[in-house]
């Protein structure tokens, strides 16, 4: 009988990865290896990637424990703000041995080749008439493929090229485009500064640098003097613009009205990086004075303050005080009514009086005891309306019925007061 097999199969063990960078651009990537021990020297590996065969650099050889790189993938990434334009990591590939002086020699001899290479496949380009100009060539560590680097102004229509290149070599050419910024990459050796350039040394990224840049530092705007080996703005502008802003914020604008310790002044220059403002005098005099020692005026944070205190004002005034206008409005209404019903009187009575008189004849002998007391009534209601009105103030949204019930009853009194044409019977007071 076979014996039962009670072995479990061993599952594949977890892969370490280490980070290399290769390429004549300097490119990043990922390497699954199986090394128990990262050496701390300048360690050059054989890699495998896309491209073919290539040699590389391990990246922090500080930073591995046990073969494991300290750094996790996502770390990384966040490093290089992630996933940018210019992102540097690429595809990677696995891990084929450590480098030996065997394959550092042979890989100064391929980059001695490629020089050749490069002014062969610019002569080539000449003669077919193409308007490029070969900038680097970059010779595989195992011979599967060339690449050339060139700079157009336009779109180069290159498959001849390609075709005899591949005859002259024996292998496959690849030529990629670039722009400026990786040209000097390339070909850049040292700048202005005395040191070695930021991209051909440790700048992966390059990002865009502007003008503003060198106005707010105070540098010079000769383009000659601030521009490096790519014809643009050197990279370096970047590396302190973000703290020239947090101190650029704290300063007061030009122009602007400050308070000192001597008085009152206008801003007419400012310096960063010392934190010192000029304040210029009403009198003309000039000096520089600490920021932290003078404070900022709002022109217009007298009038807002106007404004408010007058808003707090009226929100605390009574009802009273809203409708002392509508008030003032209702009397004269009255007064110019009672006028008015006054000029009416005089006016019927001079020429009604004598007609009147010889044509009515016994008509006007009514007593006015009736209308009169009517009229008394109707007066001392409105002196009650509005001595009651004066004190309370009238009620919202009755101010416009009020005035138009006053006038309808002025008018109401006003015929009721014209006077009864005159009699010469009128009735005696007191009798027999």
């Known amino acids: 009988m076979s014996k039962v097999d009670n072995t479990k199969a061993k599952g594949p063990k977890h892969t370490k990865q280490m980070l290399v960078r290769y390429g004549l651009l300097g490119q990043l990537g990922w390497f699954d290896h199986h090394e ?8 050059h590996v054989i890699i495998k990637t896309e491209r073919g065969l290539e040699l590389g650099q391990i990246v922090g050889i500080h930073n591995y424990r046990g073969g ?14 992630n996933r940018t334009k210019e992102y540097p990591l690429a595809g990677g590939g696995t891990f084929v041995r450590f480098a030996t002086h065997e394959d550092l020699r042979e890989q100064e001899h391929l980059e001695k080749n490629s020089i ?41 229509d290159f498959r001849e090229l390609v075709k005899r290149l591949a005859k002259e070599y024996q292998t496959r ?92 002044g206008k801003v007419v220059n400012v310096q960063v990086l010392t934190q010192l403002v000029v304040v210029q005098t009403e009198s003309g005099e000039r000096q520089a004075w600490p920021v932290d020692e003078i404070q900022k005026i709002d022109p217009n944070g007298a009038a807002k303050q106007k404004d408010e205190s007058a808003k707090k004002e009226a929100e605390k005034k009574p009802l ?21 019903s006054e000029q009416d009187m ?31 009534g109707r007066r001392k209601k409105r002196r009650r309306r509005w001595s009651k009105n004066k004190k309370h103030g009238p009620r919202e949204g009755q101010n416009g019925q009020n005035a138009q019930n006053n006038q309808s009853a002025q008018k109401n009194d006003n015929q009721n007061n014209k006077p009864k044409p005159p009699n010469g019977n009128a009735p005696q007071s007191g009798g027999e």
């Open 173 to 264: 050419i690849e030529l990629r485009q670039i722009g400026s910024r990786d040209e000097a990459r390339l070909i850049s050796d040292y700048e202005s500064c005395g040191q070695q350039c930021c991209c051909s040394r440790f700048l992966k990224i390059l990002e865009p640098v502007n003008m503003r840049m060198a106005k707010l530092q105070k540098a010079t705007l000769d383009p000659s003097k601030i521009s490096g080996h790519c014809g643009r703005l050197k990279c370096c502008l970047r590396y302190e613009d973000e703290n020239y802003l947090d101190l650029k914020r704290k300063l007061p604008n030009r122009n602007a009205t400050v308070q000192t310790p001597k008085g009152i």
């Open 320 to 340: 009273r005080d809203s409708v002392t206008e509508q008030e003032e409005a209702v009397v004269t209404e009255e007064l110019v009514e009672m006028a008015e």
């Open 68 to 81: 494991h790189f300290k750094s996790s993938p996502e770390q990384v990434e966040q490093y290089f703000c």
């Open 36 to 43: 128990s021990h990262i050496s701390r020297l300048n360690a």
């Open 116 to 156: 050749g290479e490069a002014k062969t496949c610019q002569r080539i380009a000449d003669e077919l008439s193409l308007k490029m100009r070969i900038v680097e060539g970059e010779h595989l560590f195992g011979g599967e493929r060339i690449i050339f680097y060139f700079t157009s102004e336009n779109r180069v």
């Open 346 to 376: 005089l006016e019927a009575e001079k020429p009604q009086s004598q007609p009147d008189s010889e044509n009515n004849g016994d008509n006007s002998q009514q007593p006015k005891t009736a209308d009169s007391s009517q009229q008394e």
